[in-house]
């Protein structure tokens, strides 16, 4: 049976150093944003310390010991046969403070290490600048993106690490899922911007103006260190990277059509309409204005966002979520944001609703409007996996999810969609970013180590390892049945 994947078609798995890594405080790494976050439940919300305390764990600090496992663990993944590896660079491991006047040259002999192993198996990486992290002191004397003097920052760590990769990286993203930076939670993940706060998680609370204008640098850092990079690497393939929550009226009700198009707006197309097309869209100027949200725009802010439009757009993709007017409307559980129960969909244990067909709708929306090359690289599945008596894992319901999107995925690539990769979520299991658990496990391999950090590390395949090295072998046209 042929593929309908076009070859070439990149197969793989995307991961976050913050979540992976650990070595946290070695090697002249500096502590992030992430180092300061309790474990937690889907219950129980993590916390935030202003100071690390030794009574209380925190996940993010030995991650799953990537920094000293990582042959290893890019040997699995070039075994299921990947050909693309999503990472990300730990901001304060190349600057420990964020403005050093100097990198930390053990943090860069690291990545070399990394990129060498991942050529050697032949996998692309595709590195994202800022994932859900920055070095803590940028949160304690600036408050995180709030302060426009970030954007300098951010300019020297890509320029630092561009030039040390140049061989070695050819695709980039600039911040990962930088839209829910219009989310109070998201605020906190994305921009940085809790400067003194301490306490769970869930109440953070910051003023929509804050975020904008935290946003605002963001847009205006990615979009130059994107024009810099079409300049002086013509190599470089860029792109952004945002969180989709597809969104349906919960009825015809016209109300109900009308604030689902607010939604899309605020939640999905604001912040790539500026990184594609490279202008704020003419929908936010009304936004801002019944909000009462006045950006301060710097002297060549708009040329700056206006030269860096991507060249690639990628997305994570989860579950979508329904948006009512009318009373009663209930809701669900989400990545970063709640959306309205649907009941035509089944939910993960998280409460997370699984909809691959609104996979194929998310792609064929995306690529309508923007008509460039896109990745899906973030796609996958959090449940509580046990492991049998003969050393194994039987996933099958990791491996349905699989499949369905999987199946979506072609089905949008018939409809004409300019589609060039895939990466799923968490292909080894990590520290969950929402929760700061590791019983909520993604990954196709299986890490002993345990909510109370208890565990060996130890690597273990489950049965979705083989079904998607299956899928990735043929190129798609088996192992979906």
Not at 87 to 92: E, N
Not at 200 to 229: C, D, M, N, W
Request: hydrophobic residues 35%; glycine residues 10%; negative net charge.
């Amino acid at each position: 049976m042929s593929s309908e994947f076009p070859k070439g078609f990149f197969w793989g798995g995307a991961t976050a150093a913050n979540q992976l890594e650990g070595a946290w405080n070695i090697d002249g790494r500096g502590p992030s944003v992430d180092d300061h976050f309790t474990g937690g439940t889907k219950d129980t919300p993590r916390r935030i310390t202003v100071d690390i305390q030794p009574d209380l764990l925190y996940p993010n600090h030995d991650g799953v010991d990537f920094y000293h496992r990582y042959e290893e663990d890019i040997a699995l993944i070039a075994e299921m046969g990947f050909t693309m590896f999503r990472m990300s660079i730990s901001w304060s491991r190349i600057y420990p403070r964020g403005d050093d006047e100097q990198p930390n040259e053990a943090g860069l002999a690291f990545y070399d290490r990394v990129f060498d192993c991942l050529r050697a198996h032949h996998i692309e990486p595709l590195v994202t600048l800022s994932h859900y992290e920055m070095p803590y002191h940028l949160v304690e004397k600036y408050n995180g993106w709030a302060s426009r003097e970030l954007i300098g920052f951010f300019e020297t760590y890509c320029k630092t690490v561009f030039q040390r990769y140049r061989d070695k990286v050819t695709y980039w993203l600039t911040f990962n899922e930088i839209n829910v930076g219009t989310k109070e939670l998201g605020a906190m993940l994305e921009t940085g911007i809790i400067q003194g706060f301490e306490g769970p998680a869930s109440k953070i609370e910051t003023s929509l103006q804050l975020r904008y204008q935290a946003l605002h640098h963001q847009f205006v850092a990615s979009g130059r260190v994107v024009a810099f990079a079409h300049e002086r690497y013509p190599q470089f393939k860029m792109g952004n990277m945002d969180c989709f929550i597809l969104s349906y009226p919960e009825t015809c009700d016209p109300q109900d059509v009308l604030a689902t198009q607010a939604e899309m707006r605020r939640m999905n197309w604001f912040s790539s309409d500026i990184q594609v097309r490279g202008a704020y869209p003419s929908y936010a100027q009304r936004f801002f204005r019944e909000n009462g949200i006045e950006l301060e725009v710097g002297k060549g802010d708009l040329d700056d966002i206006a030269r860096g439009k991507v060249d690639f757009y990628t997305f994570s993709y989860y579950m979508s979520g329904t948006v009512g007017t009318h009373e009663g409307h209930a809701a669900c559980q989400g990545n970063m944001v709640r959306g309205g129960l649907n009941p035509y969909l089944e939910q993960t244990e998280w409460g997370w609703q699984i909809d691959p067909t609104g996979l194929r709708v998310a792609l064929n929306e995306i690529y309508d409007r923007y008509q460039i090359p896109l990745m899906v690289v973030e796609n996958g599945m959090g449940a509580k996996d046990e492991l049998t008596g003969d050393d194994r894992i039987h996933d099958t319901y990791r491996i349905a999810y699989l499949k369905k999107h999987v199946l979506a995925m072609r089905e949008a690539l018939r409809d004409g969609v300019d589609l060039i990769g895939y990466t799923w979520w968490g292909p080894i299991d990590l520290v969950s970013a929402g929760t700061g658990e590791m019983r909520k496990r993604y990954g196709f391999i299986y890490v002993d180590k345990h909510d109370d950090g208890s565990g060996t590390n130890r690597r273990v395949r489950k049965d979705s390892f083989f079904a998607y090295q299956k899928i990735i072998a043929s190129n798609g046209a088996e192992g979906l049945e």
